[in-house]
C-alpha cells in the first residue's frame, strides 16, 4: 500500500453534471498529480500541483480543475461531464519524479 | 507521432522465462524514467526508477535505458504467474513546464 487514498472509489453521474474528487496524499509529499485513465491506455497527465500551485497540465480543457490544500491534499473538479469523461482518475503524491498512486476513483458518465 | 510509444500485447510467456518490454520515446527534454505494474482495477505500483543511460538492477527486475536510441528496457528474470499485469512505461522531464508521459502498457500473462 502506498498510503494515498483517495475517494470515493466509484462514482456514477449524469451527462452536464459536476464532479469533485478527492484524494490525501503519502506523509511527507508535497506534490500531487492527477491523471485520467481510459478502459485499456495508460495515464494521461491532468496537471500536478506543488505546495498549493499548479506547476504543469496535460492536454486538457479548463472545465478540468484542481486545488491543493496546506495539508497536501487535493481535490479534482470537472465541470459540464461529458460521457468522454467516464473512466478512472488516479492521483499520484510525490516528493521528486518517483510517483506513489492511489487506488483510483472510477467515474461513470451516462 | 506519439511521444511515447509501447507494444500493448498480449504477451504471453511460460513461468519461468525471461522477459523483456520495452518502450521509445522522441522526446529529449525527458530525463527520468519508470517502470510501474498495473493489476486489474488498481492504481499503477512503481517498480523502477533511473535518471541515467545504463543498467539498474533490483531483485528480478532489471531497467535499461539508452537516451542516444531513446529506447528503454525492463526484463523480468524467472518470471511467475504472479507478475501477470500490465506494464506501464513513465518518462518525466521538466523544460518550462513538468511533462510526465505514460505509454499504453503492455499486458504480460505468464503462464504456470
Known amino acids: 500500500e502506498t498510503g494515498v487514498t483517495q475517494s470515493p472509489t466509484h462514482l456514477i453521474k449524469t451527462r452536464g453534471q459536476q464532479v469533485t474528487l478527492r484524494c490525501s496524499s503519502q506523509?511527507?509529499?508535497?506534490?500531487v498529480s492527477w491523471y485520467q485513465q481510459a478502459l485499456g491506455q495508460g495515464p494521461q497527465f491532468i496537471f500536478q500541483?506543488?505546495?498549493?500551485?499548479?506547476?504543469g497540465r496535460g492536454n486538457f480543457p479548463p472545465r478540468f480543475s484542481g486545488l491543493q490544500f496546506p495539508n497536501y491534499s487535493s481535490e479534482l473538479n470537472v465541470n459540464a461531464l461529458e460521457l468522454d469523461d467516464s473512466a478512472l482518475y488516479l492521483c499520484a503524491s510525490s516528493s521528486g519524479y518517483e510517483q506513489y498512486f492511489g487506488p483510483g476513483t472510477r467515474l461513470t458518465v451516462t | 507521432q506519439k511521444e511515447v510509444e509501447q507494444d500493448p500485447g498480449p504477451l504471453s510467456v511460460p513461468e519461468g522465462a525471461i522477459v523483456s518490454l520495452n518502450c521509445t520515446y522522441s522526446n529529449s527534454a525527458f530525463q527520468y524514467f519508470m517502470w510501474y505494474r498495473q493489476y486489474s482495477r488498481k492504481g499503477p505500483e512503481l517498480l523502477m526508477y533511473t535518471y541515467s543511460s545504463g543498467n539498474k538492477e533490483d531483485g528480478r527486475f532489471t531497467a535499461q535505458v539508452d537516451k542516444s536510441s531513446k529506447y528503454i528496457s525492463l526484463f523480468i528474470r524467472d518470471s511467475q504467474p504472479s507478475d501477470s499485469a500490465t506494464y506501464l512505461c513513465a518518462m518525466a522531464g521538466f523544460s518550462g513546464t513538468y511533462k510526465y508521459i505514460f505509454g499504453t502498457g503492455t499486458r504480460l500473462k505468464v503462464l504456470a
Open positions: 500541483y506543488y505546495r498549493e500551485e499548479e506547476n
Open positions: 506523509s511527507g509529499h508535497n506534490t
